[in-house]
């Protein structure tokens, strides 16, 4: 039977590792044509010739950029818009946890940074080749860290108080928001946005002190393999019935209630109004 992706586009941030690699793995599996977004060059051609050499599918390209730099956003979102006119699907995995407050070349912290700005922004840029493709999908990984987290928008890259279980759940919380934002603005577009929570997933992203390089091992008997974390993302990406909902979070291949915080459409819009300052772009509303 031939997949309704079969040589379509589709691209993932943080492709070469975890969770990423195996979203990028199983797209592959489905003939589409991957683009794998990683930060480290040689990590990547790694992962792309292993996801060649187990699906068989050599249309995969790597695309070099660190999505917590925005020139590196900027630059890359125009080699894939330039190599790829029609996008089907984006899945916005990249991510990361930052045991101590940190800058980016932006000067806006880390976490925040590459959890939310990042796909912010690229999805914004992206956006003109994802309509071209529609119907299409945009899927942004969250994680049910968000039920720990409110925004406090004077607070909200950890300027006054910082934590690394703080920082990340505020991300989270953000992607949230951003996708039924987002699902709102590209209603009646044909594009259906939605978020998921992959598990916990035993992945190198919390090797970020000494306690939890300590704990991860014992975690790692616990918890879920990045192959079964990338169960509900490619659901979202995937599976027919994905496609006919927009704006929900979706944990083990369901829609699956939110926190009270992360239901919040006012909050959801002072986000995107602040995201749409601190990445220098403006989107338009339908309210407006």
């Not at 051609?45 to 730099?69: S, Y």
């Not at 406090?152 to 934590?163: C, P, T």
């Not at 879920?224 to 995937?238: D, H, I, S, V």
């Amino acid at each position: 039977m031939t997949s309704a992706l079969a040589g379509k586009a589709c691209v993932v941030t943080g492709a070469n590792a975890g969770i990423g690699f195996e979203i990028a793995k199983g797209l592959a599996n489905a003939s589409a044509e991957v683009a794998m977004v990683c930060r480290h060059p040689e990590r990547g051609e790694a992962a792309l010739t292993a996801i060649a050499a187990a699906t068989g599918n050599n249309n995969l390209t790597l695309f070099r950029a660190d999505l917590g730099v925005q020139d590196d956003v900027r630059r890359v979102a125009g080699e894939i818009a330039a190599r790829f006119p029609e996008i089907a699907v984006l899945v916005n995995n990249a991510g990361t946890a930052q045991g101590q407050r940190t800058l980016t070349t932006d000067g806006l912290e880390t976490t925040f940074a590459v959890n939310h700005l990042g796909p912010f922004l690229l999805t914004h840029l992206l956006l003109d080749q994802v309509k071209a493709a529609a119907p299409s999908r945009i899927v942004t990984v969250a994680s049910a860290a968000h039920k720990r987290a409110e925004l406090d928008f004077g607070n909200l890259q950890g300027e006054r108080r910082y934590s690394v279980i703080g920082a990340y759940s505020r991300s989270k919380l953000a992607n949230i928001l951003f996708t039924r934002e987002l699902a709102r603005r590209l209603k009646g577009t044909g594009v259906v946005a939605n978020c998921v929570h992959p598990g916990v997933v035993n992945t190198g992203i919390w090797q970020v002190n000494w306690l939890m390089r300590f704990i991860a091992p014992v975690m790692g008997r616990m918890i879920r393999t990045p192959a079964q974390g990338a169960e509900t993302p490619l659901y979202a990406a995937l599976d027919a019935r994905a496609g006919k909902v927009s704006g929900v979070y979706l944990a083990d291949r369901r829609p699956t209630p939110t926190s009270r915080a992360a239901e919040d459409m006012l909050v959801a819009l002072r986000l995107w109004e602040a995201s749409e300052q601190l990445t220098g772009i403006e989107w338009s509303d339908p309210r407006r």
